[in-house]
């Protein structure tokens, strides 16, 4: 299957048409970048890691039941999946508190969520991704209830799966962001999922392994994505 046009070009991947019309080649970019674009880097070796540990992921999540858009690993920095037709609403769990809850609600880093907290956020890069409601979807057509509810619950049935996947490996999933599309009608989840949209921190130490380490110039953030693969199972090139 061949790259065709470039569909659209994100932060970090590129989706690219194909033959198919229903298949798009998603290319993980080394491109890394945080606080809205602020804060860039081009990191040798992030665009495979992240396109070994979003295979493994979806991977796990298609056997045990969530639909998703993977179809296959096509190389080191591309994946085939679903074109599917995206919604414009983030959705976010989070098991501990950290990053925007903590700055918005003054709640303590680290402090357990139960139940886990369930956000949703607008994709609009020129307005920040705001935090938006139920309504606001409804009201603007973002998302239909129906719609919403169908997200929210896949959205815990990838908490109940991936939470022991990673507690396995040695890591505590702190939060998450997922990003939904219809496909032929059918919800699915689309996106990523890699150490770039999620907070992990060590079981034990709960030392940051996930994007925070950029952010907050923690160390070297391709090593602490390749202990996370390494950690996994996940083969690195
Ligand atoms: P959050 O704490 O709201 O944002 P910030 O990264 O600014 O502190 O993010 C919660 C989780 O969701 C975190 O793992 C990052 C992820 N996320 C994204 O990857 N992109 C987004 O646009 C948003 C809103 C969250």
């Not at 979807?137 to 799966?161: K, R």
């Not at 022991?164 to 490996?169: E, R, S, Y």
């Amino acid at each position: 299957m061949d790259k065709l046009n470039a569909l659209y070009q994100g932060k970090a991947k590129t989706a690219w048409e194909t033959s198919d019309p229903d298949r798009v080649i998603m290319e993980f970019r080394n491109d890394t970048s945080a606080f809205d674009g602020g804060k860039t880097a081009s990191l040798e070796r992030k665009g495979l890691i992240n396109s070994a540990v979003d295979s493994f992921v979806m991977q796990h999540l298609e056997a045990a039941g969530v639909p998703t858009h993977f179809e296959r690993r096509i190389d080191a920095n591309h994946v085939l999946v679903k074109r599917l037709q995206m919604l414009p609403v983030e959705c976010v769990v989070r098991n501990r508190a950290s990053g925007s809850l903590c700055r918005r609600l003054g709640v303590e880093e680290g402090a357990e969520l139960n139940p886990p907290v369930f956000e949703l956020f607008l994709k609009d890069d020129a307005l920040h991704d705001p935090m938006i409601t139920q309504s606001h979807c409804v009201t603007f057509g973002w998302a239909s209830a129906e719609q919403l509810a169908e997200m929210e619950a896949l959205t815990h049935q990838v908490n109940d799966v991936l939470k022991p996947l990673f507690l396995d490996a040695g890591m505590i999933l702190v939060d998450y962001k997922l990003e939904f599309g219809l496909f032929n009608g059918q919800m699915v989840l689309g996106d990523e999922f890699s150490p770039d949209g999620c907070r992990l921190w060590d079981a034990q130490t709960h030392r940051k392994l996930d994007k925070d380490v950029f952010r907050q110039d923690l160390g070297d953030l391709v090593e602490s994505y390749q202990e996370v693969a390494h950690r996994l199972g996940v083969e690195l090139p």
